[in-house]
Every structure is written in C-alpha cells, then in structure tokens.
C-alpha cells in the first residue's frame, strides 16, 4: 500500500467575510483589514502500489487530479483503499492554523529483574521481563 | 472505603466590604443554575437560548418542573458592581494515593473450591478531593442596571466512581487491586454580555458519565437598586454608551458573539457522503440536521458540545474532561516466601490528565456586525481504555497473572483565526480517529451575534 497525501483544494471563501467597506472600497483605519480567507483540505489515503502508480501521472495533472480524487473516495467507498485522514481547515490570509490528529503510543522503558524464589522441587524454566515506567509519547 | 463527606453550606466570600448604599448604589444578585437534561430537550433548548433566551428560560422551569430535567445544583452569588463574589458548594473526598505490596503471611488460607474475593492493595497515603461547584463572579453594571458585563468562572468536579486495577495474583488465584477515582472536570472562564433578568446560557456539555445526558449552565442576574439612589442611576452607565451620529438613539454598547459548536463522532461513510454538503454554505444545515438525526438514532454520536457566549475583546475558556488518574510506575515485588510464592504490582507514581474538550477563544465582532472574527483553539482528547502490559506470570503453569495498566490516548487539536458571518454554521473540523476505531470526528461552528442596545429614556 502507498500513502498518498493530496492537498486538492485550496479554496479562497471571501464570501464568509466582505472587506469592511464594500469592495473597492479601502477600510479606515478603525476598521479590520480585508479578512478573505483560505480553507485547505488535505486528503490522505492508503491504496494497493499498482493504483498509486497508474494514477501518479493523473494526480500530478491540475486538469486531471479532479477526477482522480473521485477515483479515489470510490475505491474508500469500495474498500479498496483507506482513508488515513481529510482534514479540513480554514485561516485568514496571513495566518498560520493548525490541525493535529494524534494518537499516543506508550511502551516500555524500563524493566526490573523478576524475582523466582519458587520451592526447590520446582523447576524454574523462563523469567519474565517486568516494566516498571512506561512514559506517553 | 475510608471517604469523608463534608458539605458546606453556600460560602460567600470576599462581598463588598460595607454595604453602605450611599457607596455602592447597585448591586448585583446572580443565580447559576446547572441542570442535566437529556439530548432530545436538550439541543433544541439551546438554539432557543441563542434567539429567544426568555422563552428558553420559561421551557427549562417546565422541564425542570416535569421531572424531564434534574436541577445539580443552584449557587446564588450577591455581590456590588466591580466586586467580586465566590460561592462554593463542596463535597472533600478522600481515596488512597499509596499502596504497599501484600505481605502474603497475612492473607487467610482459602479453603479448596471457595471462591476467592480479590483482596486490596494496603493503602499507605491518601489525597484530598474538592467535588462540586465554585462560582466566582465580578459584575460590571451599565445602562443604568438593564445589562451587565460579568467576568465568571465556574469550577465543577463530579465523582465518577472508582477505576479498579487488578495488578497482583497471590499463588492460589486471589486477585490483588487498588483502586483510583473516576472525576469529571467542567471548567467556563470568560467576561459575559448578559441583559438583567434574562436567562443566559453560559455553557453547555455533554455528561461524560451518562451517555446521552447534557449539563446546562444558566446564568440569570437581577440589578437591585437602592431607594435612596433611584434618581441617581446612571452616573458611569450612561456615559458609557455609545450613541449613533445624530446622537439620538444609543448604539450598540458592547458586542457579543454566541458561539455553539458540535462535535460528532459518525461512521466513515456517512462522513464521505455528507462531506459535499458540510462544505456548501446552502447544504450545511440540511447537513447538520442529518448528524442530529443520525446521533438520535444511535448510529452517529453528539460527542461534544460546546455553548458559549464570547463578550467582544474578551477571552474565554470552556473546559469538558475527565480528570485521568493512573499509575505509571510500579514497584514490582515477588515474595521470598516459598510456601507462598506470589506477584504484586502496587503503583508507587501517578500522573493525571484531562481528557475532553477544550475550547478557548476571543472574538471581535466586524465593524457592520455581520461577521465575526474568532481566534480559537479546539482540542479534543479520548481515552480509548486500558492497555494491559503483562508484567509476571507463574513460570509453571506458563501463564500471565500480572499486569500494569496504561492509558491509550488520542488527540485532536485545530487552532486558527477566521472569519465566521453571523448565523453561518462552518465545517471546522473533519478528521478520522485513530484504529481500531476507525470512525470520523465532525465539528461544526455557528456564531451569532448578540446587541446589548439599552432601551432609550423618556
């Protein structure tokens, strides 16, 4: 499988917010400066290395990479390739945003000796490791 | 369980010094109602504190009458204008922060074929908890009494129950536990627009313990006037109101936005299919009815809900998590004693973590008051339970009996600063969540925008 991130879409939404004034129209000083703003999407998918190579070329194409995202939320539909995540985020021009998606994996940093005080008829054949401190990453 | 129960009556604190009426003409009473309401009254109660908040305080008190809601809890704070006032309605609640491993001598010989009940970790320490609710709250009266801008904070810890960790198993298969605290955290900071007499809802969540229930905060002020200063109100108030250029009527005094937000947890196709229409302004509310819809029936979630108005200039913080207790390190000890050969695991360090939703953020309202512009951060942790590390097993019998438990935790987090247009429900966020789970975490912002225009004088 390969992971392919797309960021198809960067939409200027000037409707959600009109420049103060009217357009043409420079804002006074008291005024908020022109607030158009960019909403990003970034679609990111897992699909079998086959498709991902035949549909390079078309997802390199401007003309073309359209119809490829069709392509591929049909193969999600068909389960035939994973959505990892599409993030959508909007932000005034200028602006830095963020979106994150985490998942915290913890493990194992420290182990202490086991102790096999067992009875002396018994056999003591495998020790088992104890961690004592797994941290949060 | 060694717990201490302790209430204490409404504490007031800190109350203007001298209530001398000739110093302190105004003063403020205001009422914080919690009350928990299930889903179904609970969504459409809050659109209805957006529009119409008098007919929403009406239909709360039928709700509440009707035994369809349960009142929490009702703190009355009294307080001057520009003075600051604490209630507090607490609840000390104990629970052991230290164990000690079992000495095995000491545990009873169980009889072949009895059950064995688990048997708890000695507990060595113990901790305070402060469960219930504090208000603090500082009004600042204007227009003569008709609206006060309110700095309030609210703290509510609710007890969960406890989480119990079996991490130790004595020879003959009695399980050895401690146990930590389940509590819930619910935290509103912010300066708010409220008009005198007029219910307003100043936070909304979803109850993390009880599945399809919500907590409603309701903030409801009265402005009393004292006799001898009837003739003299006004004095700061109306000179602070801004009036139009003719200078006739008075403006807008000061903006407010009413922020709600949505967060939906659907499964990964219905997500795909309303993707189209959650990012068109025109299809976004048939949109957002579907996810409604779809929570009501049980095959989406309305995992979150955040209500909160946002006075212009002012920021504000909205807090909905479970305070996470949980070990995370341990003393492992075996026991020399060969006739009874065993393993414990007691915690000897914790560290604790809110998981929720939280949401901070200022706006300021366009200069027409048609849009709004919120700088905002929305985080949104889950807890997807225990993962079970073995740590010791009877090397015999060639199984695991021991474990310590560890969290699994995931994050969400989207910060940007935007542009909102007044009424217009906004995609914010459209993310997948972590395997195994594999659905997809919707969220969805509205801003309406509140005016506080004091009525004119004859």
Known sequence: MIKIAAALFATLSAGLAQQPGGVGV???PEEYPPTKQVRLELLVARIPEAKAIEMQPTLRDPARCGAALEKILVMIGRKEAELVDWPVITTKSGQRAVAENVREIRYVTEYAAPDLNLPTNETAPVAVPTPTAPPAE | MNTLLRWLLPVVASVAPAADPHVEPLQVRADLQIIHLDEASAVPLIAQFTDEPQRAGVELQRLLSSVKATLAAHLIGRTSDNTECKVEQIEERRHAMEFSPIDPASIPIRKAGSPSEPIPFPSTRFEVRQIGTSLSITP????????????????RRDFGGMDRFESGVQRDGTKLYFELPINFVRDTGGRFLVHAGVPTLIGCRRLQKQK????????TTQVRHFPEMV???????????????????????????RIELHRFIVPEADALRLRPSLLASAQIESAFANLLASARKGRGELAGLVAIPLQDGESAVFGNDRNLLYPTELSFRGTPMPAHPSQSNPPSVFENRDVGDLFEAEAKTGAKADTVELQFRFGSSGFHGFHRWPTGGDVRTNSVSTYSYQPDFSTRSTGASISLANRQRTLLRFQKLPAPDGRVEIALIRAVIERFIPETKP
């Open chain 1, 26 to 28: 420079p804002p006074k």
């Open chain 2, 140 to 155: 600042f009266v204007y227009a003569g009494g008709q609206i006060v801008s309110i700095s309030t904070s609210v703290h």
């Open chain 2, 212 to 219: 399809g229930r919500f907590e409603l905060h309701v903030l």
């Open chain 2, 231 to 257: 003739s003299g109100i006004g004095g700061r108030l109306d000179s602070e109101i801004a009036t139009t250029n003719s200078g006739k009527a008075p403006a807008l005094l000061i903006a407010q936005t």
